[in-house]
């Protein structure tokens, strides 16, 4: 796999639009640059990797518009040694920006056993370790794991999973679009035991968040 200047410079004017578009967090921008999102799509689509849209990536799923990925990275105010899970592994794209942050513990679920296995080989390929890998149930999180100071869904739930919103540590975030067919991007801030802030932040469209499926 090659990283050549022109995807380099490719890249570079995505990161302009993402500016313009409302994403400001130096720390997400400068992941999004060390991370060839060309490597993470089928290379028939090679061409379209640097323009800011989804594109199918199989299973009925995509990889998510790079405006999106820095929106819902952004919204989790990442720290230093924050450990962090991702709710849907899909292409791997999210997952290694998370990674290129480089401070960052990351543990990450997939809950369709063919991009399981897809990116589990890519992410060995590309020399990504995370901390955990997990084929399983989003909607249950990964409570041996946790608890963690953020969690990303990077699907479209019904509603808010309670398993996930237990799984944050207090002053823990969860960054989740809530909706059927369009959801409502949303943040949950974890106060106290039983208490929780919750922030909305405009509509987006995901693929939906599932479970009990192979």
């Known amino acids: 796999m090659?990283?050549?200047?022109?995807?380099?410079?490719?890249?570079?004017q995505l990161l302009i639009q993402?500016?313009?578009?409302?994403?400001?967090?130096n720390r997400v921008l400068a992941a999004m640059e060390k991370?060839?999102?060309?490597?993470?799509?089928?290379?028939?689509?090679?061409?379209?990797?640097?323009?800011?849209?989804?594109y199918p990536i199989g299973a009925d799923q995509t990889i998510s518009q790079?405006?999106?990925?820095?929106?819902?990275?952004?919204?989790?105010?990442?720290e230093k040694g924050d450990k962090v899970l991702e709710i849907g592994t899909g292409s791997g794209y999210q997952t290694a920006v998370l990674l290129a942050f480089g401070n960052l513990k990351i543990y990450t679920?997939?809950?369709?056993?063919?991009?399981?296995k897809k990116t589990?080989?890519?992410?060995?390929?590309?020399?990504?370790?995370?901390?955990?890998?997990?084929?399983?149930?989003?909607?249950k999180g990964l409570k041996e794991s946790g608890p963690f100071q953020a969690i990303l869904v990077t699907a479209g739930a019904p509603s808010v999973p309670k398993?996930?919103?237990?799984?944050?540590?207090?002053g823990g975030r969860l960054v989740i679009p809530v909706g059927d067919k369009e959801?409502?991007?949303?943040?949950?801030l974890r106060k106290g035991e039983k208490d929780f802030d919750r922030e909305s932040f405009g509509e987006f469209r995901f693929v939906p968040m599932l479970k009990n499926r192979n």
């Open 163 to 170: 398993e996930l919103l237990s799984q944050l540590t207090i």
């Open 18 to 25: 993402l500016k313009d578009k409302g994403i400001s967090d």
């Open 35 to 54: 991370v060839p999102r060309h490597f993470f799509m089928d290379s028939g689509l090679n061409d379209f990797a640097y323009v800011d849209k989804a």
């Open 120 to 139: 589990s080989i890519l992410f060995k390929k590309l020399n990504l370790h995370p901390k955990k890998v997990v084929f399983g149930d989003g909607y």
């Open 2 to 12: 090659t990283d050549s200047t022109k995807h380099k410079g490719l890249r570079r």
């Open 66 to 78: 790079p405006y999106t990925v820095g929106f819902q990275t952004q919204l989790l105010e990442l």
């Open 183 to 188: 959801q409502i991007m949303t943040r949950y």
């Open 109 to 116: 679920i997939e809950r369709q056993n063919e991009l399981f």
